[in-house]
């Protein structure tokens, strides 16, 4: 059994531990415990990680790591970080400055999405507003960075296990 | 603003839910349980709400009592889910890291105004029993309040 190891980042609220469970074949490990912070809009918010496991085939499996949204718990950023073959940037369209909260992660996980590979997803995206989903592509660019940027809804298995089938394509061709 | 602005001026969002005589009450607790030990062996202790915010410090440099308040969040809800998992318990009562020089000891405190944790820093000449013994009375009282 060859295993991967993927990791499932983002702002919080952005749905990194939804988006674990919406494919994860064993029951999700969670660690999210009661926000004190009312800004974050959520009841619950992830302070260790998130764990799930999904099989492609026979021969390979998928661990899925979800981190902490909030900069303060950075340094599971790194831990969770370290033999990644893969990263999903996740990005809530509804917080106040989507593109800042890119740039943070971008910037966090660089040596990642330059060694490995990434995909960046809009979540709860409001088509009307800005940014639109060509400013973030755009944004991307000016950073130098490559991968695909797209929108999805991660409570739907199907869109999830799109993103993966993005960043598989990626492994592969890096190989 | 660049993601670089951002990390010096992060939005410090703190809890709102937690009052100040909560914070007071933690405060005195967490500095009766220091004095206690006259400077011998306990280097200081924070009490941080789950999900990593600091509510009340002593004997801790603030950035360093901030830092660990989001560190013990972390460890403590792993230790939940290890204490769940291998069906000792729903909660962990405390978690031990030993280094070379000290130990930090992280216990859940589960305070009607949400559930918090209590973290201490002690030396290796700290008196473990003596320790625990003042630890549980600081997370029974905070418990009550």
């Known amino acids: 059994m060859i295993e991967h190891k993927i990791i499932f980042t983002g702002s919080v609220g952005a749905g990194k531990t939804t988006a674990i469970q919406s494919i994860s074949e064993i029951p999700p490990v969670r660690t999210d415990v009661l926000s004190s912070d009312l ?15 999904i099989s492609l085939g026979e021969t390979e499996r998928l661990r899925l790591y979800g981190t902490p949204g909030q900069e303060r718990f950075a340094f599971m950023w790194r831990i969770l970080a370290q033999g990644a073959l893969g990263v ?43 940014p639109l989903l060509e400013d973030f592509s755009e944004f991307m660019r000016q950073k130098q960075m490559v991968c695909p940027v797209i929108q999805a809804d991660v409570r739907d298995r199907e869109q999830v296990l799109w993103i993966l089938d993005l960043l598989l394509v990626q492994m592969e061709t890096r190989q | 603003m660049n993601a670089a602005a951002a990390r010096t001026a992060p939005p410090r969002s703190s809890p709102k839910s937690i009052d100040d005589d909560l914070r007071a009450k933690a405060k005195s607790l ?6 206690q030990f006259g400077g011998v062996g306990v280097w200081g202790a924070v009490i941080s709400t789950v999900d990593g915010f600091d509510v009340a410090m002593a004997s801790m440099p603030e950035a360093e009592g901030t830092k660990l ?45 949400g559930p918090m944790i209590l973290s201490i820093a002690a030396s290796k000449e700290a008196m473990l029993g003596k320790l625990m013994y003042y630890a549980r009375q600081v997370v029974e009282k905070m418990t009550k309040a």
């Open chain 1, 39 to 53: 800004t974050i809009g959520k009841d619950m918010t992830t302070v260790g990680l998130d764990y799930g496991e």
């Open chain 1, 88 to 130: 999903v940037i996740l990005v809530d369209h509804t917080r106040p400055d989507p593109l800042l909260d890119l740039a943070l992660y971008l910037d966090h996980f660089k040596a990642l999405i330059r060694e490995t590979a990434c995909v960046v997803v809009i979540s709860k995206m409001v088509e009307s507003h800005s």
């Open chain 2, 30 to 35: 967490l500095e009766q349980f220091v004095n």
């Open chain 2, 69 to 113: 308040s989001a560190m013990a969040s972390s460890i403590s809800a792993i230790g939940d889910m290890a204490v769940q998992e291998v069906g000792t318990g729903k909660y962990h009562q405390c978690i031990t890291i030993e280094g070379a020089d000290g130990y930090i000891f992280i216990l859940n405190i589960s305070c009607s105004a």
